[in-house]
């Protein structure tokens, strides 16, 4: 199938393509500074250890698996008939449709706990591991709040993946039903969209509590409030970005 002219399948195209720029890009500045950071630690330490942090191999896992949800993405779009009226796309389109339906809510679900344990894990490096930091922070605070986050967000994550791969009875009903309608199987119309909200209010609350973290951690420090201003700002950008 060429790529689509008409409905909103070449926009979704387009907008995939530019998301996933946004995230290589993205990617690569954390770990550009990540390295610059890791090499000033060495010129001051020399027998510091060069290795990367749990954090940013979370990160880059999440890449990963960012980029199989784009390919899945725009295997949809060009050959599943993603964002074209029903009128125009034939069976076969509707099944690779909906597998990536099925599959891309799988991927987002794993993605969801991928990349917010990343954001906690360096929260948690930045403001209780500097030493500097934590003594002028209510350490066990910040480290409740991190931690009931990151039960909260694995525990609705784990429960919408649940949701999602047993929403048909068996999984593969849920695209092979419009190959045969006949045959044997049934959906679950109500669980997967209950579970969807719920991980989707979860992972807003979280976003919102750890772009306070900053806040909390810097606020009986001595740094000037200019500097953490920008802190605070550079922070909740990249907490909300993971959102």
Known sequence: ?????????LELLIIQICCSVIVYISACLRLWAQHVNR???LQHNNTAKKKQSPHDILMLASVLLYTVQ??????????GGIGQHASKIDVAEVTKGFQTWYFGELIYAMLSCLVKTSVI??????YIGRRKIRKATDRRKICWILYICLA??????IVFLSASIFQCSPPSHYWKQFENPSSEGA???SVVPAAGIALSIVSAVSDWVLASVPTVALLKTQIPWQKKAAIQALSSLGVLDGS
Request: hydrophobic letters at 45%.
């Open 39 to 41: 090499n000033r630690q």
């Open 70 to 79: 784009t390919i899945i993405v725009i295997r949809g779009i060009i050959k």
């Open 187 to 189: 959906c679950s119309k």
């Open 121 to 126: 894990l360096f929260l948690q490096e930045a």
């Open 1 to 9: 199938m060429p790529l689509p002219t008409s409905g909103k399948g």
């Open 152 to 157: 909260v967000i694995w525990a609705t994550s």
